[in-house]
């Protein structure tokens, strides 16, 4: 279950201080029971651990939506007691070089350890798409001459830059992100628990502005707790500093209608307020994306065009004259398809 999620620790006056953990910690998962979302990925680990027998695994997927918390709860249930022996992390901030894996993983293979009958001790690489080309290709050796005393667990965002021999020795799980339901169900339940005061336009903002990702979702929740003691749809916009999407919806709403002059108003209003480009660009493309009142064809000529500012932007040409060009384009669409109705 959840943790409680303080800690003691004692002031120069003897007294005892209490701080409170962030609360991606406090309520992250313990058990695979907790783990929100990937229900079918997540029934395949439960098996995993009520039979002990554990392959070598790759999780990959979207940031912030529990790889490496399934890794660390699976971890928990075959190995009980005997985690903090049996198990040894390795995270990108480490050093994870050619010489870490010959030295520290193949040192920690060797180690004799006491486990529960049948366990292995696991490996974990989190982030593990950062590692160089050479330390993988080390790994892959270590990986088969200790396969009968350690598993090693990988989770990545991209699968396709773990090398293809690692690939073939692993089960290999993907996470999808994680539905509104199942975001919305876990922000209620930390809500109630830290007696957070929230509206519904609360809750759907920290949704929209999390995209799928559980961590950043509860991040935005206490930072805006913290800030305004209120969880509403004005405050989270404030606290995530991003366009509010009412306003987003009203320059596609006049794009839609041709109204180009309208929709630069509300454009420059935004660039006037300090929102860089990618910020404005990233938030109509989820407005639009989300958008049900849009015909689906007028939605995908959107989103390319979208896309294709959206690339000129990551390239560096962050202006407003780009974000211009986008409005000028999405207008002359529907100028041109009612010119030609019949």
Request: hydrophobic share 40%; net charge neutral.
């Amino acid at each position: 279950m959840f943790s409680s999620g303080s800690n003691t620790k004692k002031a120069s006056n003897g007294s005892d201080l209490i701080y409170e953990l962030p609360w991606v910690e406090k309520y992250r998962p313990q058990v695979l029971d907790d783990v929100v979302g990937n229900s079918e990925t997540i029934e395949r680990l439960k098996i995993i651990a009520r039979d002990g027998n554990c392959p070598h695994i790759i999780i990959s997927g979207m940031p912030g939506i529990g790889k490496t918390t399934s890794i660390h709860c699976l971890a928990h249930q075959l190995l009980g007691d005997a985690y903090k022996e049996g198990v040894l992390e390795l995270n990108a901030s480490d050093e994870r070089g050619i010489d870490v894996v010959r030295n520290k993983i193949k040192a920690f293979a060797q180690k004799k350890v006491t486990l529960p009958p049948g366990r292995h001790k696991i490996v974990i690489l989190d982030e593990a798409d950062s590692m160089t080309a050479g330390a993988q290709q080390a790994l892959r050796r270590t990986m088969e001459i200790f396969s009968n005393t350690t598993r090693f667990c990988l989770a990545c965002n991209m699968s396709n830059k773990i090398i293809e021999p690692i690939q073939s020795r692993c089960a290999i799980l993907r996470y999808a992100k994680l539905r509104d339901k199942e975001l919305l169900k876990r922000l209620i339940e930390i809500c109630e628990m830290e007696e957070v005061k929230y509206n519904n336009d609360g809750l759907t903002a920290l949704i929209f502005t999390s995209e799928g990702d559980m961590r950043q979702a509860i991040n935005n929740l206490q930072s805006t707790h913290s800030g305004f003691d209120f969880v509403s749809g004005d405050n989270v916009f404030k606290v995530c500093d991003q366009p509010h999407p009412i306003i987003v919806q009203e320059i596609i709403k006049c794009c839609t209608e041709g109204k180009v002059d309208s929709a630069m108003d509300k454009l420059t209003d935004l660039w006037e307020n300090g929102y860089s480009a990618i910020d404005i660009v990233v938030t109509i493309f989820r407005v639009v994306k989300t958008s049900d009142g849009m015909p689906e064809y007028t939605k995908l000529e959107y989103i390319k065009e979208i896309g294709f500012t959206h690339m000129r932007i990551l390239e560096g040409v962050a202006t407003i004259l780009q974000l211009a060009g986008l409005i000028a384009r999405l207008c002359k669409m529907n100028i041109d398809s009612s010119r030609f109705k019949i």
